[in-house]
């Protein structure tokens, strides 16, 4: 015969009776009302507690007042059942009474509550005692919110509101909850519950009593958990987050959250971020080649085929191939290219152990070749140009090998290469910082060298501005792509090259006046671009807004841009959060486009200020699609076409649309995108 109610409190009056009762705070029809204490029910098995529940006949003994608490607390789980069905509780006070069951359904619900006592509780733990007048404040809070409900039916919603805490599954809105349902149906979504996931891990105990337990008698166990002794129980809201699981995408919703786009990942990183902090702990190969085993192969056979690309000059590797492609037609591919072999240079640098005896060996020849004579048709060119490319051939008559070195003489656009000794000096500093070999840089050539490359871009001429004049074709971007004046890619490569020499350089002879000229010309250049080249959504409403033909020493628009001249897409483009260095800035002239280089170079030379930094970065948060997709990374964004492609590029076809340097995709670049991050 299973014990009534009635008889569990008993058991709890004869362990309280040392305990001198304490006045209720609030009077009603339950005072003397005395719930079970959870130390009963540490008295006895869950073997027993099952057979309690399955002969309920003793419950016909309850006294009339134990009844109406059951029968309180039945009519409220009814109720919630209701609710999540999205029924109305209308006849709530229409359900018919069984004492027996009563009992039962209340037997239940208090073996929850110890359950989840000892689940949240050291094992070995006493339960503290109940305080009736605590208990009977409660009950009575519970009734008027049931009342409450079964008289104003049309509250369904705001009651399933106010009910969260109780019931994780529910909705607010009908609607809305067969739309979550459908959702959490999905393989996609996993709901995670923080103060349940963790506590069964830690206590066996915990876990085996919790599968007894029904997840719907857990979320209302929560309520009557009273934490402390002679405390009212008060409901805990439960947070609970849904985490959207899609490849290495991962969303969490959350109510009270509002909601952020996140960084999509390119599809080709070949890992799942869940494994990521286990791989990247556990891992050997992730440790001595930055991936996992998929990558950790991709990245042993990178290095294969860079070995390959080597080129030797009397037994000495000076560099590396800009292309390996036995499909394609050589070109001038088949040749080192300066600005090309930099991303190479500093991966072995930067491996582990570095290789920079072929860096080194690439400065020394390159500056070899600087001292050459550079003759196109009849003209000369200026003494400090270092050439755009290099290849070794064999001399069969001198029978030895011979250098062949392209100032642009050969270059498809006959323009020299303006970015090159810009690429040298930035690789000279790295060399030296990395391996601490000082002494390169030292060298009398070495100092020469740098000079003849500064005073070239230094000299006085008739320039108003401190950036530097470039013709289509003279950088990275090798054809014609409507990038003369001052592109922000050469400028930011200008400002980075300053600085580095500026380490470098030795104050004797005329080094202290470079230094000083050099000093000047930084402080300019820094101020004309991150005044004249930045855009964000305020500059840009100011650009619209300009007046024209403005003849002053205090003109807003300096350059004369028209504001018709703002092309229609940056509007779209533009971000409220987010801000990038535009392409070119001239007289009555503004390129629009965002060009990877040039902003990546801005950030990792400090030319753009620390919150342009930012705002470039959340730029391309913002714009992750456009910019990044499923490829990175785009050189230019965006492409030229149609009429536009037609007279800009001269109808290019290896610079169609979203081909090439016209919005191409460069995955080669990603190192800069990489170290901008990290700077």
């Known amino acids: 015969m299973a014990p009534t109610l009635g008889k569990l409190l008993a058991v709890l009056r004869e362990d309280e009776a040392s305990e001198p009762p304490k006045p209720a705070p609030v009077s009603g029809p339950y005072d003397s009302v005395n719930l079970k204490d959870q130390q009963a029910y540490q008295e006895s098995s869950p073997e027993k507690k099952e057979s309690q529940a399955q002969s309920p006949t003793g419950a016909t003994e309850l006294p009339d007042n134990d009844t109406e608490v059951a029968q309180s607390l039945l009519d409220l789980r009814l109720i919630e059942k209701l609710e999540s069905k999205g029924e109305s509780p209308a006849g709530a006070n229409e359900l018919p009474v069984n004492k027996a069951v009563n009992a039962e359904m209340l037997l239940d619900l208090q073996l929850t509550e110890k359950q989840e006592s000892q689940a949240e509780s050291p094992a070995g733990a006493k339960e503290l005692p109940v305080n009736e007048a605590k208990v009977s404040e409660s009950l009575l809070d519970l009734q008027?919110?049931?009342?409450?409900?079964?008289?104003?039916?049309?509250?369904?919603?705001?009651?399933?509101?106010?009910?969260?805490?109780?019931?994780?599954?529910?909705?607010?809105?009908?609607?809305?909850n067969e739309?979550?349902?459908?959702?959490?149906?999905?393989?996609?979504?996993?709901?995670?519950?923080?103060?349940?996931?963790?506590?069964?891990?830690?206590?066996?105990?915990?876990?085996?009593?919790?599968?007894?337990?029904?997840?719907?008698?857990?979320?209302?166990s929560s309520i009557s958990h009273s934490p402390e002794k002679g405390e009212?129980?008060?409901p805990k809201t439960k947070k609970s987050v849904k985490m959207k699981r899609n490849e290495n995408e991962l969303v969490f919703e959350n109510p009270s959250v509002p909601k952020i786009a996140t960084l999509k990942p390119c599809p080709s990183v070949g890992m799942s971020l869940e494994n990521y902090d286990l791989i990247k702990d556990n891992s050997p190969a992730f440790k001595s080649n930055g991936g996992n085993g998929e990558s950790s192969a991709m990245v042993e056979e990178a290095w294969e085929m860079?070995?390959?690309?080597?080129?030797?000059?009397?037994?000495?590797?000076?560099?590396?191939?800009?292309?390996?492609?036995?499909?394609?037609?050589?070109?001038n591919y088949n040749q080192v290219f300066v600005r090309d072999f930099v991303p190479s240079g500093l991966a072995y640098l930067m491996k582990v152990p570095p290789e920079p005896e072929i860096v080194k060996n690439f400065l020394l020849k390159t500056l070899h070749l600087q001292g050459w004579e550079k003759r196109i048709d009849n003209f000369t060119l200026g003494e400090g140009v270092m050439p755009a490319s290099f290849k070794v051939l064999f001399d069969s008559h001198r029978q030895k090998e011979t250098l062949v070195a392209d100032f642009g003489g050969s270059a498809i656009g006959r323009v020299a290469p303006l970015d090159s000794g810009f690429w040298w000096i930035i690789l000279l500093r790295s060399y030296t910082k990395c391996t601490g070999d000082y002494a390169l840089a030292e060298l009398p050539a070495v100092q020469r060298g740098m000079k003849l490359?500064?005073?070239?871009?230094?000299?006085?001429?008739?320039?108003?501005?401190?950036?530097l004049l470039c013709a289509d074709g003279c950088?990275?971007?090798?054809?014609?792509?409507?990038?003369?004046?001052?592109?922000?890619?050469?400028?930011?490569?200008?400002?980075?090259?300053?600085?580095?020499?500026?380490?470098?350089?030795?104050?004797?002879?005329?080094?202290?006046?470079?230094?000083?000229?050099?000093?000047?010309?930084?402080t300019a250049l820094s101020f004309h671009v991150q005044e004249y080249f930045w855009l964000d959504f305020t500059q840009l409403n100011k650009i619209y807004r300009y007046k024209t033909e403005e003849y002053s020493q205090t003109a807003v628009n300096k350059f004369n841009v028209m504001p018709e001249s703002i092309p229609e897409w940056v509007f779209d483009f533009m971000p409220l959060r987010g801000g990038?260095?535009?392409?070119?800035?001239?007289?009555?002239?503004?390129?629009?486009?965002?060009?990877?280089?040039?902003?990546?170079?801005?950030?990792?030379?400090?030319l753009a200020t620390s919150a342009q930094a930012t705002a470039i970065m959340d730029l391309v948060e913002e714009r992750w699609e456009d910019l990044v997709g499923e490829m990175p990374l785009k050189i230019v964004y965006p492409a030229l076409e149609g009429h536009e492609w037609r007279t800009v590029t001269g109808f290019d076809p290896k610079n169609t649309r979203w081909s090439y340097h016209n919005g191409g995709s460069w995955p080669g670049e990603y190192h800069e995108h990489k170290a901008q991050n990290e700077k």
């Open 144 to 176: 008027q919110k049931v009342s409450s409900v079964s008289e104003n039916p049309s509250t369904n919603s705001v009651s399933a509101t106010e009910n969260e805490s109780t019931s994780t599954d529910k909705g607010s809105d009908p609607l809305e």
């Open 179 to 220: 739309g979550s349902k459908s959702i959490e149906n999905s393989p996609d979504y996993i709901v995670i519950d923080p103060s349940l996931a963790p506590k069964e891990k830690e206590s066996p105990k915990a876990s085996g009593s919790s599968k007894n337990a029904s997840p719907k008698s857990e979320e209302e």
């Open 232 to 234: 009212a129980p008060e």
């Open 306 to 331: 860079l070995k390959k690309s080597y080129v030797y000059f009397k037994g000495k590797e000076v560099g590396t191939l800009a292309a390996m492609d036995p499909s394609a037609e050589a070109l």
């Open 453 to 467: 490359i500064l005073n070239l871009c230094l000299s006085d001429g008739f320039d108003t501005f401190p950036t």
């Open 475 to 522: 950088s990275m971007i090798d054809r014609r792509m409507g990038i003369y004046g001052y592109p922000i890619e050469i400028q930011a490569l200008f400002y980075f090259a300053l600085r580095c020499a500026r380490q470098m350089l030795k104050p004797e002879r005329d080094g202290k006046e470079l230094i000083e000229r050099i000093d000047k010309r930084i």
């Open 580 to 606: 990038y260095l535009i392409g070119n800035v001239s007289p009555a002239r503004m390129d629009f486009r965002w060009f990877l280089v040039g902003n990546c170079i801005a950030i990792l030379s400090c």
